[in-house]
């Protein structure tokens, strides 16, 4: 199955990231009333936010897609894979061939898979909308627009996500 979202890793790295202090997940008090036990990304801010109860939320650091390639609207999560295979989409071939069409064929799931640890799969109902928000193999770009679309999070804060999200979670990319 395709993806939307991630592109090939270079100058990757499978050794452990020691996350900067800015880039930490941390839990934030929210402005607006958004209700328990749903996800938000607010491209401005680079910021992924898990609400929790009382109107606090966690807040994640995360790359969004380059300009003309994020999506906004409303989803659901519709499925959840740990080390996801990677297959470029052929629109993204087309876009870029010098660049995806090698990777054509797939990648495994693994440490070098640009999808990373974690991959929660958001969907328009029962359909696949081929979004992602998934792990990286490069966490120093957080707070960057670097993808095809999809959400990039650090590693270790896709993997606490993932942890926390269900099958029918909402989700909300404006």
Request: aromatic share 12%.
């Amino acid at each position: 199955m395709a993806t939307l979202c991630a592109g090939p890793a270079f100058a990757a790295t499978t050794e452990p990231y020691d996350i900067p202090e800015k880039h930490r997940a941390r839990v934030v008090q929210l402005e607006n009333g958004f209700a328990a036990g749903e996800i938000h990304v607010d491209p401005s801010r680079f910021a992924l936010y898990w609400t929790l109860e009382d109107g606090q939320a966690i807040r994640y650091p995360v790359a969004i897609g380059l300009p003309g390639q994020y999506y906004d609207g409303a989803f659901t999560v519709g499925r959840k894979a740990e080390w996801p295979s990677w297959t470029p989409t052929q629109r993204m071939i087309r876009r870029n061939p010098e660049f995806f069409a090698e990777f054509a064929g797939g990648v495994p799931g693994g440490p070098d898979n640009p999808l990373g640890s974690r991959a929660i799969y958001l969907y328009n109902g029962a359909r696949d909308s081929l979004l992602r928000i998934h792990g990286t193999t490069q966490p120093w770009l957080v707070e960057t627009a670097t993808s095809s679309g999809c959400v990039r999070m650090i590693n270790a804060h896709v993997e606490d996500l993932y942890e926390r999200v269900e099958k029918g979670t909402p989700v909300f990319l404006r």
